[in-house]
């Protein structure tokens, strides 16, 4: 009896055609083939305040030389198909995966597209290439010299725990893993905050380390938190084997080193940390953050790249700087991988975010004293236009502080009041005075809990000594957080959901920075998106080339129109990403601009501030950006239900219960 292969389904196909086509040429089912891989969660698609996952891709057959370096990818169709049909597809997931041989196949045979050559062919049943003739091609398309080869052989560490790389730090490690091996010794990975980091460079330094290509190695991070982090979890395999490097500790019988920039440059008793080291001590260094500081020629801790520059050298960083001053790229190269914050998006690795835009009208015309005032403390007022860069810092209006924490808590009392919430100020004075309008305007939870509202600053051990707490998705307080540089990047607040930012932020490293603040996933604490809330029009900077996410919506309500974004909509899109850091300009409250003498700050009691609004944009079901007024807006929805007045009267009086039309109008 003649089998109708056309009769049937793709999984009769993979099952009585491909998968034995694979096993005949050798490939090892149980370790060396992965059916069904999946590699993305699936976008985050918001709606209002209801959330769905998109699709995951999903790639048919996966197959990989050793675990977690894949060599091949097939797509699979029907007999109906041509044997071509799935290469489309398969291209694209390749491309994604960073995979080089491509295979479609209906069952009557293979086409194979090879992306070393650009070339393609067809292959019967028979002919599917071996797992060392895959590898041996990959070898010589990557010109891959057998000196190299042992580095790139080497084993990812796997612990009993099962976790495994996702497929964006596979792609990173083995791309930086083979640059090294290939002699590279400048290294720059980008990767969006909330994406894993510290583990990939773990891997990165894993694997180099069990090679021996790489004897002793040094990790230099910023914050101290951020080492002691490390060291307990992405890191402590390595045990005894790895030391943290102090003034008090220079042991040399180690071999996995971490320690702050701070502590190895700095004040005059630290300066020399690192010089108790000879130069050629360490053979590789990884610097995390490394957009902050050695990408300036001058900074004080390029002092240690210099002077250990015999080893490889690995900058990691999810903003890359490039200005007139700085070139994080000048110094490490073009990036080997980069994993952008909008691709993290897309892929559902990452929150999406929503943005609410508040104007007020002191922001948008300035303000300016009358001849001969005086401000609340009865200084002569300098006779100017002050405009928004200018309040809190140089000309305090205490009624737009106070409307700026009414608006943040009527988004929390509508949405959630213990959802957490960081608010980015100008400096520390402006920190401290936001703290305390939002404590009177939720004086109710204060009086429960004082540590509902607290500051966090540089400058305060009460707040810092809070800051695990607040980033502890167990600890309910403190809840709302006023800082000004301290948060903008490293720490690693899992379910902050609102971020406010009454704070000119010019910078796009430092703007990415403070968004990537909301952008980890945690759904078991419902958190699966975030709002921006912007006073100062900082989500301008979305306009900017260099941004590479756009948000779910972009929300400005009027004066009495409600602070929470409409739920109707085609709010379809999607954004977002995380990290934090400290000892940075903190904006200190009593020096001027050059850091001599006091800066005069006036406070004005008596200026009225309100709320103006120009527009609301969403994003609409092809993706477009469509603004319009609230009025239009609205007009155009109740014009698609009703097409003209006497429709709308003759439902009004035939309806019931006239909630039913108010609730539809809603």
């Given at each position: 009896?003649?089998?109708?292969?056309?009769?049937?389904?793709?999984?009769?196909?993979?099952?009585?055609?491909?998968?034995?086509?694979?096993?005949?040429?050798?490939w090892?089912?149980k370790?060396?083939?992965?059916?069904?891989?999946?590699?993305?969660?699936?976008r985050?698609?918001?709606?209002?305040?209801?959330?769905?996952?998109?699709?995951?891709?999903?790639?048919?057959?996966?197959?990989?030389?050793?675990?977690?370096?894949?060599?091949?990818?097939?797509?699979?169709?029907?007999?109906?198909?041509?044997?071509?049909?799935?290469?489309?597809?398969?291209?694209?997931?390749?491309?994604?995966?960073?995979?080089?041989?491509?295979?479609?196949?209906?069952?009557?045979?293979?086409?194979?597209?090879?992306?070393?050559?650009?070339?393609?062919?067809?292959?019967?049943?028979?002919?599917?290439?071996?797992?060392?003739?895959?590898?041996?091609?990959y070898?010589?398309g990557?010109?891959i010299?057998?000196?190299?080869?042992?580095?790139?052989?080497?084993?990812?560490?796997?612990?009993?725990?099962?976790k495994?790389?996702?497929?964006?730090?596979?792609?990173?490690?083995?791309?930086?893993?083979?640059?090294?091996?290939?002699?590279?010794?400048?290294?720059?990975?980008?990767?969006?905050?909330?994406?894993?980091?510290?583990?990939?460079?773990?891997?990165?330094?894993?694997?180099?380390?069990?090679?021996?290509?790489?004897k002793?190695?040094?990790?230099?991070?910023?914050?101290?938190?951020?080492?002691?982090q490390?060291?307990?979890?992405d890191?402590?395999?390595?045990?005894?084997?790895?030391?943290?490097?102090?003034?008090?500790?220079?042991?040399?019988?180690?071999?996995?080193?971490?320690?702050?920039?701070?502590?190895?440059?700095?004040?005059?008793?630290?300066?020399?940390?690192?010089?108790?080291?000879?130069?050629?001590?360490?053979?590789?260094?990884?610097?995390?953050?490394?957009?902050?500081?050695?990408?300036?020629?001058?900074?004080?801790?390029?002092?240690?790249?210099?002077?250990?520059?015999?080893?490889?050298?690995?900058?990691?960083?999810?903003?890359?700087?490039?200005?007139?001053?700085?070139?994080?790229?000048?110094?490490?190269?073009?990036?080997?991988?980069?994993?952008?914050?909008?691709?993290?998006?897309?892929?559902?690795?990452?929150?999406?975010?929503?943005?609410?835009?508040?104007?007020?009208?002191?922001?948008?015309?300035?303000?300016?004293?009358?001849?001969?005032?005086?401000?609340?403390?009865?200084?002569?007022?300098?006779?100017?236009?002050?405009?928004?860069?200018?309040?809190?810092?140089?000309?305090?209006?205490?009624?737009?502080?106070?409307?700026?924490?009414?608006?943040?808590?009527?988004?929390?009392?509508?949405?959630?009041?213990?959802d957490?919430?960081?608010?980015?100020?100008?400096?520390?004075?402006?920190?401290?005075?936001?703290?305390?309008?939002?404590?009177?305007?939720?004086?109710?939870?204060?009086?429960?809990?004082?540590?509902?509202?607290?500051?966090?600053?540089?400058?305060?051990?009460?707040?810092?000594?809070?800051?695990?707490?607040?980033?502890?998705?167990?600890?309910?307080?403190?809840?709302?957080v006023?800082?000004?540089?301290?948060?903008?990047?490293?720490?690693?607040?899992?379910?902050?959901?609102?971020i406010?930012?009454?704070?000119?932020?010019?910078?796009?490293?430092?703007?990415?920075?403070?968004?990537?603040?909301?952008?980890?996933?945690?759904?078991?604490?419902?958190?699966?998106?975030?709002?921006?809330?912007?006073?100062?029009?900082?989500?301008?900077?979305?306009?900017?080339?260099?941004?590479?996410?756009?948000?779910?919506?972009?929300?400005?309500?009027?004066?009495?129109?409600?602070?929470?974004?409409?739920?109707?909509?085609?709010?379809?899109?999607?954004?977002?990403?995380?990290?934090?850091?400290?000892?940075?300009?903190?904006?200190?409250?009593?020096?001027?601009?050059?850091?001599?003498?006091?800066?005069?700050?006036?406070?004005?009691?008596?200026?009225?501030?309100?709320?103006?609004?120009?527009?609301?944009?969403?994003?609409?079901?092809?993706?477009?950006?469509?603004?319009?007024?609230?009025?239009?807006?609205?007009?155009?929805?109740?014009?698609?239900?009703?097409?003209?007045?006497?429709?709308?009267?003759?439902?009004?009086?035939?309806?019931?219960?006239?909630?039913?039309?108010i609730?539809?109008?809603?």
């Open positions: 009896m003649s089998i109708n292969k056309k009769a049937m389904s793709e999984e009769d196909i993979k099952m009585k055609y491909i998968t034995p086509a694979i096993e005949k040429a050798g090892d089912i370790t060396q083939v992965r059916a069904e891989y999946t590699f993305t969660d699936g985050i698609i918001v709606r209002g305040n209801l959330v769905a996952r998109g699709k995951r891709k999903r790639a048919d057959y996966l197959l990989s030389y050793k675990p977690n370096m894949p060599l091949a990818i097939i797509e699979a169709k029907d007999n109906k198909k041509p044997m071509g049909a799935g290469m489309q597809q398969g291209l694209e997931y390749a491309e994604i995966l960073d995979i080089p041989f491509i295979y479609s196949s209906n069952g009557d045979g293979f086409i194979e597209h090879d992306r070393f050559t650009g070339k393609e062919r067809e292959l019967s049943l028979d002919e599917f290439p071996s797992p060392n003739e895959l590898w041996e091609r070898k010589k990557k010109g010299q057998p000196h190299e080869e042992k580095v790139i052989e080497e084993d990812y560490f796997f612990d009993m725990s099962g495994s790389p996702r497929y964006y730090q596979r792609v990173a490690i083995n791309r930086v893993i083979e640059a090294i091996a290939k002699g590279q010794d400048r290294i720059l990975l980008v990767m969006a905050t909330g994406t894993g980091k510290t583990y990939t460079a773990f891997q990165i330094i894993y694997r180099l380390w069990k090679s021996r290509a790489k002793r190695i040094l990790f230099l991070a910023d914050r101290n938190i951020l080492i002691d490390t060291m307990a979890n890191f402590k395999h390595f045990g005894d084997k790895m030391i943290k490097v102090n003034r008090k500790n220079v042991s040399k019988a180690h071999e996995i080193y971490l320690a702050l920039y701070q502590s190895m440059t700095g004040s005059e008793e630290w300066q020399d940390i690192y010089k108790q080291f000879s130069p050629d001590f360490f053979d590789l260094v990884i610097v995390d953050e490394c957009h902050r500081g050695s990408a300036k020629d001058n900074s004080a801790w390029r002092e240690v790249l210099e002077y250990f520059s015999s080893a490889t050298q690995i900058g990691l960083t999810a903003t890359p700087k490039e200005t007139k001053d700085v070139s994080t790229s000048n110094y490490f190269g073009e990036p080997v991988y980069t994993y952008s914050l909008k691709q993290g998006i897309e892929d559902g690795f990452l929150a999406p975010y929503k943005v609410v835009r508040v104007s007020l009208d002191r922001d948008l015309e300035g303000y300016r004293p009358a001849k001969g005032k005086v401000d609340k403390y009865g200084n002569l007022i300098e006779d100017r236009i002050y405009n928004v860069s200018d309040f809190d810092r140089n000309l305090i209006l205490e009624k737009r502080t106070e409307i700026v924490a009414k608006k943040i808590t009527e988004f929390l009392k509508k949405t959630n009041r213990f957490k919430t960081i608010v980015f100020c100008v400096d520390i004075d402006h920190a401290e005075r936001m703290r305390q309008a939002l404590i009177n305007e939720n004086s109710d939870l204060v009086k429960e809990n004082s540590k509902y509202i607290m500051r966090i600053t540089g400058d305060n051990e009460e707040g810092k000594a809070q800051l695990d707490n607040f980033i502890d998705p167990e600890s309910k307080y403190p809840t709302i006023t800082t000004s540089k301290l948060l903008t990047t490293g720490v690693d607040a899992q379910t902050c959901k609102l406010v930012l009454d704070s000119n932020i010019n910078s796009m490293t430092e703007f990415k920075q403070i968004i990537g603040r909301g952008t980890r996933i945690k759904e078991e604490y419902g958190k699966l998106f975030f709002t921006i809330m912007d006073f100062r029009g900082v989500t301008r900077l979305f306009a900017d080339p260099d941004f590479d996410g756009d948000p779910v919506v972009i929300y400005e309500p009027k004066e009495g129109e409600d602070i929470v974004p409409p739920t109707e909509g085609e709010y379809d899109d999607f954004e977002g990403e995380p990290g934090a850091y400290v000892n940075e300009d903190e904006g200190d409250f009593d020096l001027d601009e050059n850091g001599g003498g006091k800066r005069v700050k006036y406070v004005v009691d008596d200026v009225e501030v309100m709320v103006v609004n120009e527009r609301v944009e969403y994003y609409d079901k092809g993706g477009k950006l469509v603004t319009e007024s609230l009025k239009d807006y609205t007009r155009k929805n109740i014009l698609n239900e009703y097409a003209d007045l006497n429709e709308f009267i003759n439902r009004w009086n035939s309806e019931e219960k006239k909630s039913a039309i609730e539809e109008l809603k």
